[in-house]
């Protein structure tokens, strides 16, 4: 177990700690030169039962309250120190508010100093705290009388300690592995090492990780948990990482990073959170303070845009955007405490709700509800709820890397939520059944009744259809849509087109008649495909009309649209999409030139130009210089754009 001390300075923090452990957890040379704890000590105690005390010993001065908060942020249990003759202290109820904001409620209160005073100033002391824990997520913590120098109360101090047991972090256990890294440095031999809190998962010998915001594998050499070498670590151990990587530098690798699982690197600059304001602030918290932000082990400045009305009263709770300055790594649920802007005050903290959202729309009413569909909840409870508010669903792989959720956790979310999963494997989304049944019936109607309209036509594209669907519907979701009445044989697809089974297109009787006429003339596979001027002088056509059935045939599936004045049937660009394939096959090498192709199809040198054009605009060769290569078979191109 892991307990972090808190508490004004000199009220005997680290002598506590050697009372408990036996080990003086300050260890630079000004700490011991000034008896003053600078930055974090650690201290470990091993009972000889298999239970380890750890002990993570911050400084009490309030120029360190940067240190402290890396101290505690990540733990569980914490042991307040107040001194029986000062009794509580100005960095007592900072250090207490900073805890209250982490949500910490394990703790024991260790009233120290008692030689120096009488028993009524004990009383008077311990009063004194009762009355500063009201309220607090401490309110109910003992108050153990202690003196170190003594050895008075230690021993009933440490069986409390001990009866607090292993603590893990409800439902991290089995979550991406992360390590809030505080220390980094150079071990002579082995190289780099860097300690810190396991937040959430394990991590073994080998492992690959992500040292994150930043960047770059590593891979773990060795490891200690708890002052002991181990195989591997879980939540709730302080951890020791022996790291080897090509990639990464010492000079790179410092507090506020961290070592995570590669499915948890997803660097972000904006947080969306529930702020409390602590109730002691003399002013509002207002949009766009400039603030410290204080995450996992992470100091960053941020400014915070409030999402609801303009201001945060002292007291007041309310959802906030933090817009970091530089990327950070965080995840749904992460406590975090916010400064000001010098760094001198505590104004309040709160949790993550969304570490990836979008970066448009923050105060709209859907962004707000999806936000309170989170608190408080996990994450099969907040899938069903967000489900049931967002009728465009949720993207399953995004809401999975906030909560920091492996493939197996996904699957026991969606068991527990009794959702189902629709789409790809690329754009996979969760959505509510109503909602998802009401979606393909808008898209089934939408085709039917645009075809109605439109009888010329072989079918409706995509955007078009989305366009015209009586609710938003993301590209995504159209597909996933698509897919499904498509397996159920509600639609089909041809080629770019969506269209109702069995559905055949029909020109008008006048665009029919003009079809038949000029049919003969663009289906010769011999003769030089002639243009529509062409056609019209020599057929003694109106231009203008014959264009207008051109361009409708071409809706109805019937011809494409090759250059300005140039159509091609159908059958006849598939065949010649097999002839191009066939010569860039022999040419595979060098490539093929538009002359080789003239001359394979004879269909003249203006032509073949404007069609190898059009090949190239729809993917199926693509032009380097004077030559001409085989972008994708002819077969998926067809399928595509000519397909029956």
Same mark, same amino acid.
């Given at each position: 177990?892991?307990i972090?001390?808190?508490?004004?300075?000199?009220?005997? /923090?680290?002598? #506590?700690?050697?009372?408990?452990?036996?080990?003086?957890?300050?260890?630079?040379?000004?700490?011991?030169?000034?008896?003053?704890?600078?930055?974090?000590?650690?201290?470990?105690?091993?009972?000889?039962?298999?239970?380890v005390?750890?002990?993570?010993?911050?400084?009490?001065?309030?120029?360190?309250?940067?240190?402290?908060?890396?101290?505690?942020?990540?733990?569980?249990?914490?042991?307040? =120190?107040?001194?029986?003759?000062?009794?509580?202290?100005?960095?007592?109820?900072?250090?207490?508010?900073?805890?209250?904001? *982490?949500?910490?409620?394990r703790?024991?209160?260790?009233?120290?100093?008692?030689?120096?005073?009488?028993?009524?100033?004990?009383?008077?002391?311990?009063?004194?705290?009762?009355?500063?824990?009201?309220?607090t997520?401490?309110?109910?913590?003992?108050?153990?009388?202690?003196?170190?120098?003594?050895?008075?109360?230690?021993?009933?101090?440490?069986? /409390?300690?001990?009866?607090?047991?292993?603590?893990l972090?409800?439902?991290q256990?089995?979550?991406?592995?992360?390590?809030?890294?505080?220390?980094?440095?150079?071990?002579?031999?082995?190289?780099?090492?860097?300690?810190?809190h396991?937040?959430?998962?394990?991590? $073994?010998?080998?492992?690959? &990780?992500?040292?994150?915001?930043?960047?770059?594998?590593?891979?773990?050499?060795?490891?200690?948990?708890?002052?002991?070498?181990?195989?591997?670590?879980?939540?709730?151990?302080?951890?020791?990482?022996?790291?080897?990587?090509?990639?990464?530098?010492?000079?790179?690798?410092?507090?506020?990073?961290?070592?995570?699982?590669?499915?948890?690197?997803?660097?972000?600059?904006?947080?969306?959170?529930?702020?409390?304001?602590?109730?002691?602030?003399?002013? !509002?918290?207002?949009?766009?303070?400039?603030v410290h932000?204080h995450?996992?082990?992470?100091? #960053?400045? %941020?400014?915070?845009?409030?999402?609801?009305?303009?201001?945060?009263?002292?007291g007041?709770?309310?959802?906030?955007?933090?817009?970091?300055?530089?990327p950070?790594?965080?995840?749904?649920?992460?406590?975090?405490?916010?400064?000001d802007?010098?760094?001198q005050?505590? &104004?309040?903290?709160?949790? =993550?709700?969304?570490?990836?959202?979008?970066?448009?729309?923050? $105060?709209?009413?859907?962004?707000?509800?999806?936000?309170?569909?989170?608190?408080?909840?996990?994450?099969?409870?907040?899938?069903?709820?967000?489900?049931?508010?967002?009728?465009?669903?949720?993207?399953?792989?995004?809401?999975?890397?906030?909560?920091?959720?492996?493939?197996?956790?996904?699957?026991?979310?969606?068991?527990?939520?009794?959702?189902?999963?629709?789409?790809?494997?690329?754009?996979?989304?969760?959505?509510?059944?109503?909602?998802?049944?009401?979606?393909? /019936?808008?898209?089934?109607?939408?085709?039917?009744?645009? &075809?109605?309209?439109?009888?010329?036509?072989?079918?409706?594209?995509?955007?078009?259809?989305?366009r !015209?669907?009586?609710?938003?519907? $993301?590209?995504?979701?159209?597909?996933?849509?698509? %897919?499904?009445?498509?397996?159920?044989?509600?639609?089909?697809?041809?080629?770019?087109?969506?269209?109702?089974?069995?559905?055949?297109?029909?020109?008008?009787?006048?665009?029919?008649?003009?079809?038949?006429?000029?049919?003969?003339?663009?289906?010769?596979?011999?003769?030089?495909?002639?243009?529509?001027?062409? &056609?019209?002088?020599?057929?003694?056509?109106?231009?203008?009309?014959?264009? %207008?059935? !051109?361009?409708?045939?071409?809706?109805?599936?019937?011809?494409?649209?090759?250059?300005?004045?140039?159509?091609?049937?159908?059958?006849?660009?598939?065949?010649?999409?097999?002839?191009?394939?066939?010569?860039?096959?022999?040419?595979?090498?060098?490539?093929?030139?538009?002359a080789?192709?003239?001359?394979?199809?004879?269909?003249?040198?203006n032509?073949?130009?404007? *069609?190898?054009?059009?090949?190239?605009?729809?993917?199926?060769?693509?032009?380097?210089?004077?030559?001409?290569?085989?972008?994708?078979? !002819?077969?998926?191109?067809?399928a595509?754009?000519?397909?029956?």
């Amino acid at each position: 177990m892991i307990i972090a001390t808190a508490g004004h300075i000199d009220h005997g /923090k680290t002598l #506590l700690v050697q009372a408990l452990t036996g080990v003086n957890s300050d260890r630079l040379p000004e700490e011991k030169q000034r008896g003053m704890s600078i930055d974090l000590g650690f201290a470990y105690r091993d009972f000889g039962d298999g239970e380890v005390l750890g002990l993570v010993d911050v400084p009490g001065h309030e120029r360190f309250i940067r240190n402290m908060l890396a101290g505690v942020i990540a733990v569980d249990c914490a042991l307040l =120190v107040v001194a029986a003759d000062d009794g509580p202290m100005p960095q007592t109820r900072e250090h207490l508010d900073i805890l209250d904001l *982490l949500g910490v409620e394990r703790g024991i209160v260790a009233l120290t100093k008692i030689d120096r005073v009488n028993a009524a100033r004990i009383e008077q002391a311990t009063d004194d705290i009762k009355v500063m824990l009201a309220g607090t997520s401490l309110a109910d913590a003992h108050i153990e009388p202690v003196c170190a120098p003594t050895g008075e109360g230690i021993e009933a101090l440490t069986a /409390k300690v001990r009866a607090f047991g292993k603590v893990l972090r409800a439902g991290q256990a089995d979550n991406n592995f992360r390590l809030a890294i505080d220390r980094a440095f150079t071990v002579p031999g082995a190289g780099l090492v860097v300690t810190g809190h396991v937040f959430s998962g394990h991590v $073994s010998v080998d492992d690959r &990780l992500i040292i994150s915001p930043n960047g770059g594998e590593v891979r773990v050499r060795g490891l200690h948990a708890d002052d002991r070498m181990a195989s591997a670590a879980g939540p709730g151990e302080r951890c020791a990482l022996n790291l080897a990587g090509q990639s990464v530098r010492r000079e790179r690798v410092k507090r506020g990073q961290w070592a995570v699982a590669e499915p948890a690197h997803a660097p972000t600059q904006r947080l969306d959170t529930k702020l409390r304001v602590l109730p002691n602030e003399t002013r !509002a918290l207002r949009h766009w303070t400039p603030v410290h932000v204080h995450l996992g082990t992470q100091d #960053l400045t %941020a400014r915070i845009a409030t999402l609801e009305g303009e201001t945060i009263e002292p007291g007041e709770q309310k959802l906030v955007r933090l817009m970091l300055d530089r990327p950070a790594a965080a995840w749904v649920g992460d406590r975090f405490i916010v400064r000001d802007q010098s760094a001198q005050r505590t &104004l309040g903290g709160g949790h =993550v709700l969304d570490p990836l959202p979008p970066a448009r729309g923050r $105060s709209h009413s859907q962004r707000i509800g999806y936000l309170r569909a989170v608190i408080p909840s996990q994450p099969a409870n907040a899938l069903t709820r967000l489900t049931a508010i967002q009728p465009s669903g949720v993207e399953l792989d995004p809401y999975a890397r906030g909560w920091n959720l492996p493939p197996e956790a996904v699957a026991r979310t969606l068991e527990e939520s009794g959702l189902d999963v629709l789409g790809s494997a690329y754009k996979r989304l969760i959505m509510d059944a109503d909602h998802w049944a009401n979606i393909r /019936k808008a898209v089934v109607n939408s085709i039917g009744q645009w &075809l109605d309209k439109h009888p010329e036509r072989t079918g409706i594209e995509r955007e078009r259809l989305r366009r !015209a669907l009586p609710m938003r519907v $993301s590209p995504a979701l159209l597909e996933a849509a698509i %897919a499904a009445l498509r397996a159920s044989n509600q639609i089909t697809v041809q080629g770019p087109l969506l269209t109702r089974p069995g559905h055949r297109a029909q020109l008008p009787p006048a665009d029919q008649a003009l079809w038949n006429k000029i049919r003969p003339y663009l289906e010769r596979a011999t003769d030089k495909p002639p243009t529509l001027p062409d &056609l019209a002088k020599s057929l003694s056509l109106d231009p203008m009309r014959l264009r %207008a059935m !051109a361009e409708r045939a071409v809706g109805a599936g019937i011809l494409a649209h090759v250059n300005a004045n140039r159509f091609f049937t159908l059958p006849r660009l598939r065949e010649l999409a097999h002839m191009a394939e066939q010569l860039a096959n022999q040419h595979s090498t060098e490539g093929f030139t538009a002359a080789a192709f003239r001359d394979v199809s004879g269909i003249g040198r203006n032509a073949t130009i404007e *069609l190898l054009e059009y090949f190239d605009r729809v993917g199926l060769t693509r032009r380097i210089g004077n030559i001409r290569r085989l972008q994708q078979p !002819a077969q998926a191109v067809i399928a595509k754009h000519w397909s029956e």
